[in-house]
């Protein structure tokens, strides 16, 4: 398993940006798929974007995230990104970093099963 830790978050108005990070311990290059999965009080986890293990940079997001929050991954760095803009106060939550390295590909945006690294999570919050 890899450890990672998030952070990035905060509080912004409606229409803000915030970028988060997760900083892993090990080289992430091509080994793990990753993911930003997200949970509101008193909601399930959802999956919010998600990236490929490879370095072709397939992504996969949320309906509710599309065209406003984007994923990226730098190998250099050992670090997952998710750039979140035009936030809105439903996308208030927790927000954590996943990964796993089942050899399968991805990205699972899902499939939380399938991530066996999981952060602590930061905490966003947009208000009106």
């Known amino acids: 398993q890899v450890q990672l830790v998030e952070s990035g978050g905060g509080s912004v108005q409606a229409g803000g940006s915030l970028r988060l990070s997760c900083a892993a311990s090990?080289?992430?290059?091509?080994?793990?798929?990753m993911a930003w999965f997200r949970q509101a009080r008193g909601k399930k986890r959802e999956g919010v974007a998600a990236?490929?293990?490879?370095?072709?940079?397939?992504?996969n997001y949320a309906d509710a995230v599309k065209e406003r929050f984007m994923i990226s991954k730098d190998g250099a760095k050992n670090t997952l990104y998710l750039q979140m803009n035009s936030l809105k106060p439903e996308d208030t939550a927790m927000y954590y970093c996943?990964?796993?390295?089942?050899?399968?590909?991805?990205?699972?945006?899902?499939?939380?099963?399938?991530?066996?690294?999981w952060g602590q999570g930061t905490q966003v919050t947009v208000s009106s």
């Open positions: 996943a990964a796993g390295s089942d050899g399968s590909r991805g990205p699972w945006l899902s499939d939380a099963q399938r991530y066996n690294s």
């Open positions: 090990t080289d992430i290059g091509t080994r793990y798929y």
């Open positions: 990236i490929e293990r490879l370095g072709n940079g397939v992504t």
